[in-house]
């Protein structure tokens, strides 16, 4: 069974600030998803990545697959960046099944 | 144009109705998917379709009935309401598995009272 775990659970910074969330999972993947759910509820697919690193904007994420752990970056944070972040891998057995972090709630204030 | 559209949006309902919630998406995709949300906000597959046939039928109650009249539609069917249904149900799709993006819909908020 592949676990996911994510930290921190709960992140408050200031607008402007750095932020980093981490993802690690515990078997070989093919893939790593990192989701945001505002608080709204809307869930959006901000990067799949397998290897390397991917850019979007202020976000950039991570992989490294040798130690089996991601990172998720923001740059000059803003309040509209406070969200859920969740990262997912794809189920050991299953080409169509997601194990999901717990998700990592981010407060940006202005 | 909506990618992957839900409805109702929010659904309030007694115990021991039955209701059902429909998705839909117009992105061309193989594979359809539904979630349940808790109040923990844990994401958890219940099913998963692709080209209309049953691949992931996870621990769910057999009030729990999925229905795919093709590939752009999976509609949610649940029976007898419980108190413990009350949830954030997601519908997501994806091109073929979950080595590819995930697009979701805006999900359906159900309170069982």
């Known amino acids: 069974k592949n676990e996911v775990e994510q930290s921190p659970q709960n992140l408050t910074a200031q607008e402007g600030e750095f932020i980093t969330i981490n993802c690690s999972y515990s078997v070989g993947i093919s893939a790593l998803h990192w989701l945001q759910q505002h608080p709204g509820g809307g869930i959006v697919s901000l990067f799949m990545l397998s290897s390397g690193k991917k850019k979007h904007g202020r976000l950039i994420a991570t992989i490294n697959i040798q130690e089996k752990h991601s990172s998720l970056h923001i740059t000059a944070s803003h309040p509209r960046d406070s969200a859920v972040y969740i990262c997912?891998?794809?189920?050991?057995?299953?080409?169509?099944?997601?194990?999901w972090g717990a998700g990592t709630k981010l407060i940006i204030k202005p | 144009d909506t990618a992957v559209s839900q409805t109702p949006k929010y659904l309030v309902t007694q115990m021991g109705n039955d209701k059902s919630i429909k998705c839909e998406q117009n992105l061309g995709h193989d594979t359809m998917y539904w979630y349940k949300q808790d109040s923990k906000k844990f994401l958890k597959i219940m099913f998963s379709?692709?080209?209309?046939?049953?691949?992931i039928n996870e621990t769910v109650p057999n009030r729990f009935s999925p229905k795919s009249p093709d590939k752009a539609h999976l509609n949610l069917h649940i029976n007898s309401l419980e108190l413990g249904d009350s949830a954030v149900y997601f519908c997501a799709s994806s091109p073929l598995a979950v080595r590819e993006t995930q697009y979701f819909g805006p999900g359906t908020r159900l309170l069982v009272l």
């Open positions: 379709y692709n080209n209309k046939e049953l691949i």
């Open positions: 997912a891998v794809p189920h050991m057995d299953s080409n169509y099944q997601l194990i």
